[in-house]
């Protein structure tokens, strides 16, 4: 696809400068920049997460085809698919082997805006699902050989129902940038402390906002320790200053195998589910 706006400069999205095969009419239909040419301002954040997003996952799709014919990919909690859509703008239309990404979104007027965009601007490598994170999990109509896995800033669990679908497929690549997560924070709130060091630790909570925090904190440690324990290597950082994002942990994880690894990831995880009294979400996170 080529540019087909002329009047539109590289200065228009600065500093993330349009790749001479990026399609600005793409750029456009998202909204990230205006019909005449111009940086949307409201975009800027996003496009910042997605671009950096797009740097780290390239290197992740080029390693998957260098030994196979395709590649397969699921976006979780997809929106309006800019993850999707850009990533397949600028990095999968230049690989000599098909790169399939396919969104999974719970809002159907989403999916619609999506199949309709795809269709418009020959995407023909994107699909869109109209499907909550937990369906796709059991939906026998998506490929079986799956890949790479993401989710930016899917809400709540759907992130969870990501890492879950990823270790049931043996997906090669996670990555993720969790949203709020409410389920961990509810259940901190409603334990009850026992003895001393117990209500020390109560203290952590307290508070309505500590609670969210700690809550959201605690809940990526423990998706981080589940990832280890199925022998993944995982990264935490940051994805974007903090300005741009509140919701800004980006979690990296890619499979090895090292079993020793994996068994110390599984105690750690069985025990700080012990130690805040979370056993009852030994299934979302073991
Ligand atoms: C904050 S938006 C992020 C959208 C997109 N990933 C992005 O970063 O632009 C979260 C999206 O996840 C979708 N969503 C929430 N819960 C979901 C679930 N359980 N399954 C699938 N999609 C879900 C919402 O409808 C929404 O479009």
Redesign the pocket.
Known sequence: MRNNSPQITQQAIEPYAIRDHQSTRLLQELHILTQDGKMNQDSRR?LKQVFHLTQLIEPLIKQILENQSQMNMV??????S??GFILQDLVCKLQSKPCHIIG????EE?VTYSKNLAKQLNFEQMEFRH????EALIDPNLPHQIDLVTA???????TD?AIRFALTRKVKHLVLVP?CQAEVASLLKKSRSQTTSEKHLLQMWRHPIHAREFGSHITNVLRCLQLESYGYEVTVTELVGWEHSMKNELIMASQITNPKKAKAAKLHLEALLNDLDLQVLQHRFT
Do not use: V
């Open positions: 996003k976006d979780f909690g997809a929106g309006k800019y993850l999974i979104e719970i809002r989403l499907l909550s994170a937990e930016l800033h899917a809400c709540n669990t759907a129902d949203c």
